[in-house]
């Protein structure tokens, strides 16, 4: 059984940080590359960060330099440090793992920036 639970969400003013993590089991996790998502609102779900099984990372324009994605082999994890938040990154942040044909989700955590 497959599973992705997200943790670390939650309300922070613009300018603050936020640690996301990933827990992932059932999944043979080096061989995955995997993602960050965010879905805002009444918009499509969209790629913030991925990182592949080699360690090859890719962002979107609007979080580089502020964004960083990790992971950690030994432990199945996937990080995101999210730094100088913005309202605008207000969006629920999903955990993805791909390899091939199969895509796997968390349930989202909800990450709140608002003075």
């Known amino acids: 059984q497959v599973q992705l639970v997200e943790s670390g969400g939650g309300l922070v003013q613009p300018g603050e940080s936020l640690r996301l993590s990933c827990a992932t089991s059932g999944i043979t996790f080096t061989l995955y590359t995997m993602g960050w998502y965010s879905q805002a609102p009444g918009k499509q779900r969209e790629l913030v960060a991925s990182i592949t099984s080699g360690g090859s990372t890719n962002y979107a324009d609007s979080v580089k330099g502020r964004f960083t994605i990790s992971r950690d082999n030994a432990k199945n994890m996937v990080y995101l440090q999210m730094n100088s938040l913005k309202p605008e990154d207000t969006a629920v942040y999903y955990c993805?793992?791909?390899?091939?044909?199969?895509?796997?989700w968390g349930q989202g955590t909800q990450v709140t920036v608002s003075s």
């Open positions: 993805s793992s791909k390899l091939e044909s199969l895509n796997y």
